[in-house]
T-cell receptor, first 115, second 118 residues
């Protein structure tokens, strides 16, 4: 199994501010995908953003963007203009398409947006 | 969009009984389904991968005789927890991949099933 590490168990941010969640991973593969998933209290997993390892350009989805540093094996998520609905658990995930497409998740970061 | 359902959403059972959880892809053919387990305030841990029509592949440390997985059709996978004990109480989540028409990276998660063993 791949190792995915999220070093921030809990974080908080003021509404409308920006917050960055960290993620590092360990792999010897060159082709893989990285994801950020959101899990609100309903516990439904929601895809926030994905990054293909072969793409140098960082992915963006509206208020969400990533800083993908392949050599450092780092994949952080930046949330801009934080909203109360962003309060949730956030999981970083790794997927290798060449070995069965399994997802390996990090330990998660609990984000609270403070009004 | 692709929808995955799980049934039941909540189940309580007595210790020693078996419980079956269903995972269905509603609008696509799921060639591969994955089962995860999530303890409170913890991450999703991959338990097994099932491909339609073949035996499931279990992650290291997961007892295949305890967690029976069947993927007999392209829309249904089942996880049976046999002889359940209180330590099996957890949140079980499935995900499904459309290996025929969807992008390779796309997996769709079910809403999860909360199991409580008394």
């Amino acid at each position: 199994a791949q190792t995915v590490t999220q070093s921030q168990p809990e974080m908080s941010v003021q509404e409308a501010e920006t917050v960055t969640l960290s993620c590092t991973y360990d792999t010897s593969e060159s082709n893989y995908y990285l994801f950020w998933y959101k899990q609100p209290p309903s516990r439904q997993m929601i895809l926030v953003i994905r990054q293909e390892a072969y793409k140098q350009q960082n992915a963006t989805e509206n208020r969400f963007s990533v800083n993908f540093q392949k050599a450092a094996k780092s994949f952080s998520l930046k949330i801009s203009d934080s909203q109360l609905g962003d309060t949730a658990m956030y999981f970083c995930a790794f997927m290798n398409p060449n070995t069965g497409n399994q997802f390996y998740f990090g330990t998660g970061t609990s984000l609270t947006v403070i009004p | 969009g692709a929808v995955v359902s799980q049934h039941p959403s909540w189940v309580i059972c007595k210790s020693g009984t078996s419980v079956k959880i269903e995972c269905r892809s509603l609008d696509f053919q799921a060639t591969t389904m994955f089962w995860y387990r999530q303890f409170p305030k913890q991450s999703l841990m991959l338990m097994a991968t099932s491909n339609e029509g073949s035996k499931a592949t279990y992650e290291q440390g997961v007892e295949k005789d305890k967690f029976l997985i069947n993927h007999a059709s392209l829309t249904l996978s089942t996880l049976t927890v046999t002889s359940a004990h209180p330590e099996d109480s957890s949140f079980y989540i499935c995900s499904a991949r459309d290996g025929l028409a969807g992008p390779g990276w796309a997996q769709y998660f079910g809403p999860g099933t909360r199991l409580l063993v008394l």
